[in-house]
């Protein structure tokens, strides 16, 4: 089957294999149909009004006036940045460290911290668990980043209660992307959406059965989000920015390059002119593969759809993106599956496990794509691999 029979929003390029979408009489997905709210209805300015007194609230109470969680990507420099130099908060800035930052990355990333001048918490976990649950949520969803997807947002949750900072502030609205919530409903960044997508449906006490006692639940601490009476004990609000400000990639990008240096890289298996997004993560051409084996898009296709939207590019010219770079086989594969202990045979029978219909991907028709400039230097494996 090809990529492109998949029914396709008649506005952007998003097909029907997506998570939450479905089209209207006209063909135009749902999410594109609150972008479309977005630009025209949505009161910015009295939103923006809330965010700021919800930060005042805060603000002085404490050592910390809230947590910033960072990656050190666009998203996370960008509200760091502003929280810091528009809001003039003093933060905590907490990491979970997933175990795959690329180096340039991590360079990059203290460089900025160390010019900012902040406070930095940064939590690493055990490698031998990580792989042990990257295994097991590729196994039973077909995306072996659950412990990346619980422990960025259980984490700083955890750290707030042990320093008693209650305000965290995150990135963008998952209506963006999304239709779990709409432009009118921001969300919190709370339990909710936690168990709702974060988590794959996984606890943590799940994943402690699922491993059969190979793991002690100590080792799966960092992924267990707290408890409610201890979040309500510290007064919290876990808030994202963008449900108070129209989210808007390509300013922010360019806001961090031009006043902090924040730079770009290569992205594996993504035009050029998409470089500066995902480019932390030595396994996001693994990711991006996966789902184009499960979906029939990839992150092209998502990409393009946020310019289709933003109006700076055509969906001609989009279809043409996506049929060129969408459904690349990445040439970190061999790392991740020597990582991991499986065969590429292996990692087939279990992606297409999790096909969605009405997609059929013929995995043996994929092109191959071509190697990161870095990879040499990820230091994962132990052949062909030197440590940075």
């Not at 919800?54 to 910390?64: A, E, L, P």
Request: hydrophobic residues 35%; neutral net charge.
């Amino acid at each position: 089957m090809d990529k492109m029979d998949l029914r396709r929003c008649s506005k952007c390029v998003m097909p029907e294999t997506h998570e939450t979408i479905f089209f209207d009489q006209n063909g135009v997905c749902n999410v594109c149909k609150q972008h479309e709210y977005k630009h025209e209805k949505v009161d910015w300015a009295a939103k923006e009004k809330e965010f700021s007194e919800i930060v005042n609230r805060f603000k002085g109470t404490g050592k910390y006036d809230c947590i910033v969680p960072i990656s050190g990507g666009k998203d996370s420099t960008f509200i760091l940045y502003t929280m810091i130099k528009k809001y003039k908060v003093r933060p905590l800035v907490v990491s979970y460290d997933h175990n795959f930052y690329r180096p340039h990355h991590i360079a990059n990333r203290d460089r900025i911290l160390r010019e900012l001048g902040v406070d930095f918490l940064i939590y690493r976990s055990n490698p031998a668990v990580v792989k042990k649950t990257m295994l097991e949520s590729l196994k039973r969803k077909g995306d072996f980043c659950w412990h990346c997807h619980c422990g960025v947002f259980a984490w700083p949750m955890q750290i707030a209660i042990k320093y008693k900072i209650p305000l965290l502030i995150w990135g963008e609205s998952a209506a963006e992307y999304t239709s779990y919530y709409d432009f009118d409903n921001p969300e919190d960044q709370d339990e909710k959406p936690f168990n709702v997508y974060i988590n794959l449906g996984i606890t943590a006490d799940d994943m402690h059965g699922m491993l059969d006692g190979t793991v002690d639940m100590r080792d799966l601490a960092p992924y267990k989000y707290p408890k409610l009476k201890d979040l309500k004990s510290i007064g919290y609000r876990s808030i994202c920015y963008g449900a108070y400000h129209p989210w808007d990639v390509r300013g922010q990008v360019e806001t961090i390059k031009n006043e902090l240096g924040w730079e770009v890289d290569e992205v594996e298996g993504i035009p050029d002119k998409y470089w500066y997004t995902k480019l932390e993560c030595m396994m996001s051409g693994i990711r991006d593969y996966l789902k184009f084996i499960k979906r029939g898009f990839g992150r092209t296709a998502q990409l393009t759809t946020d310019d289709i939207r933003a109006g700076s590019l055509s969906r001609d010219e989009a279809i043409k993106l996506v049929r060129a770079y969408d459904g690349l086989k990445p040439a970190s594969l061999p790392v991740f599956l020597e990582y991991l202990g499986i065969s590429e045979d292996e990692f087939n029978e279990i992606a297409l496990q999790h096909v969605v219909s009405p997609w059929q991907c013929d995995i043996k028709s994929l092109k191959q794509g071509k190697e990161l400039w870095d990879q040499k230097h990820w230091g994962l494996t132990r052949s062909g691999q030197k440590g940075a």
